[in-house]
């Protein structure tokens, strides 16, 4: 049996922060509001005419390949699990491959919203798994700042920008993703949405006028859904597996809303050592949330250690991995 390891992980998060503060000076909130009902403290925006999600995808990718001591050439497949790619087409992944001289792969991106990066997981563990595949890229995250409308203060707290990159390898020993519950209901779709700029209503001045090209998020409605999905995924794929509390070694979930990971963790009954939280210092980078404790907390995991990843956002999308910890 072969299992998809990952062996190298690298990230890029912009420099320039937008804080509390700086925030309630554009609108009519307030840090006491977006600590207690959220948990965010700060978010990391990336600046810059035309610097688009590839720029940190590529900077993720050139660390991962500097890391793992791999050369591109040697790379045979890009998946970015993006919302934000720089343009309409071609898809972020081609930029980032172009740009990191990754000559000898196929590149294309999946759109999963917040759960992409479990999304893009799964996809990358099975071109492994089929044993046709040895070197597989998956780039995840988000330039959310390009779509958050600063004027509306009930989405603008929310967001940031961030991109991890993660190297998957075949292994023969029980290491890597071991099993992956994903799903998807429309029922999210009125709920979570960006309109504008697609097929249907392709950018125009009444779209623009009518902030289509915006995040859209019926808060409450998500809320209800997530908190309940993203525990009920994370005790299956636990149960299924055996895992009791005590065999989890971490437990790193989806950074949306720190009263969401609060009650996803107790459902798991883990203590607060177990379960990685850095949504204070980044906000939601969608995609990128996941890798992005991935890489901030590296040099913690031991070879062996269960982890549990979970994930929920738009469509509504959702899921859970289970992933033993390769080095
Ligand atoms: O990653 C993809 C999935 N997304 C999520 O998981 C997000 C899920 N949703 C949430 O995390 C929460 O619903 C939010 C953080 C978006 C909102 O929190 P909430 O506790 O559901 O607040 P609410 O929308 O019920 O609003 C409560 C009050 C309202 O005022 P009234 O009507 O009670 O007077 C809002 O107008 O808070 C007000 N409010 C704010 N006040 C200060 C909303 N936004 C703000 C703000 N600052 N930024």
Same mark, same amino acid.
Request: aromatic share 8%; glycine share 8%; proline share 4%.
């Given at each position: ?95 980032? !491959?172009? #740009?990191?001289? &990754?000559? $000898? ?5 999946? /759109?999963?919203?917040?759960?992409? @990066?479990?999304? *893009? ?81 392709? !950018?125009? #001045?009444?779209? &623009?006028? $009518? ?5 859209? /998020?019926?808060?409450?409605?998500? @809320?209800?859904? *997530? ?83 979970? #994930? ?16």
């Amino acid at each position: 049996m072969v299992y998809a390891a990952i062996t190298g992980i690298g990230a890029s998060i912009p420099k320039d922060v937008l804080t509390n503060e700086e925030l309630s000076k554009i609108v009519d909130t307030n840090d006491e509001w977006i600590m207690t009902r959220v948990g965010i403290k700060e978010r990391h925006i990336l600046k810059g005419e035309g610097k688009g999600v590839s720029v940190m995808g590529t900077e993720a990718v050139n660390e991962l390949l500097e890391k793992t001591n791999v050369k591109p050439e040697d790379i045979e497949v890009v998946i970015f699990a993006t919302t934000t790619p720089d343009y309409g087409f071609p898809a972020a992944a081609v930029l980032v !491959a172009e #740009a990191c001289g &990754i000559k $000898n792969a196929f590149a294309f991106d999946i /759109q999963a919203a917040c759960s992409g @990066f479990i999304y *893009a997981l799964e996809v990358a563990s099975n071109f492994i798994r089929s044993g046709r595949y040895k070197k597989v890229i998956v780039v995840a995250g988000d330039k959310m700042s390009s779509i958050t409308n600063y004027k509306d203060r009930t989405t603008c707290p929310l967001f940031g920008d961030a991109v991890g990159a993660v190297l998957l390898e075949p292994t023969e020993e029980k290491l890597g993703i071991v099993d992956t519950i994903l799903h998807t209901d429309g029922v999210g779709i009125p709920h979570l949405n960006m309109k504008g700029g697609g097929s249907a209503y392709p !950018a125009s #001045a009444e779209t &623009i006028a $009518n902030d289509m090209h915006y995040v859209y /998020q019926e808060g409450q409605p998500v @809320f209800k859904h *997530a908190v309940t999905k993203m525990a009920d995924v994370s005790a299956e794929i636990a149960e299924r597996n055996q895992l009791s509390k005590d065999d989890i070694d971490w437990f790193i979930p989806h950074q949306a809303n720190i009263r969401i990971i609060e009650a996803a963790a107790k459902r798991l009954s883990l203590p607060a050592e177990k379960v990685i939280i850095n949504i204070e210092n980044y906000g939601n980078t969608s995609a990128g949330t996941i890798p992005v404790c991935l890489y901030e907390y590296e040099k913690k995991f031991k070879k062996g250690d269960n982890i549990i990843l979970a #994930a929920f956002g738009a469509g509504f999308t959702w899921g859970s991995v289970y992933l033993k910890w390769a080095y």
